[in-house]
Nanobody, 124 residues
Framework: VQLQASGGGLVQAGGSLRLSCAASGRTSDVYGMGWFRQAPGEERVFVAA????????YNTDSVRGRFTISRDNDKNTVHLQMNSLKPEDTAVYYC??????????????????WGQGTLVTVSS
């Protein structure tokens, strides 16, 4: 399974970006999907996750109400709509996929496939 993230860029505070992550290869092994981010000098942290059906989603507290995760299984794609962006959202954003069909996790250890990351920079 390969994951290709896209959609990052430079945006002013208060603006919006939509990240996408396309899965290819053995996509039958892809179930839950998630987004993590790593700010400069910090560890990678959980942002959002979604179940295979899309019926369950989880967001970290700092993005709740601003970020929305969604997926299109016909296109093997997951999206992260980011609104009301803040400078503290600046980070490299990574998409990840779980090969087990279970309640989506917030832990890196439960994701088996990772994309290369896309940089989001929010200016003040």
């Amino acid at each position: 399974v390969q994951l290709q993230a896209s959609g990052g860029g430079l945006v002013q505070a208060g603006g919006s970006l939509r990240l996408s992550c396309a899965a290819s290869g053995r996509t039958s092994d892809v179930y839950g999907m998630g987004w993590f981010r790593q700010a400069p000098g910090e560890e990678r942290v959980f942002v959002a996750a979604i179940s295979w059906s899309g019926s369950k989603t989880y967001n970290t507290d700092s993005v709740r109400g601003r970020f929305t995760i969604s997926r299109d299984n016909d296109k093997n794609t997951v999206h992260l709509q980011m609104n009301s962006l803040k400078p503290e959202d600046t980070a490299v954003y990574y998409c990840a996929a779980d090969r087990w069909n279970r309640v989506p996790s917030t832990s890196e250890a439960d994701f088996h496939y990772w994309g290369q990351g896309t940089l989001v920079t929010v200016s003040s």
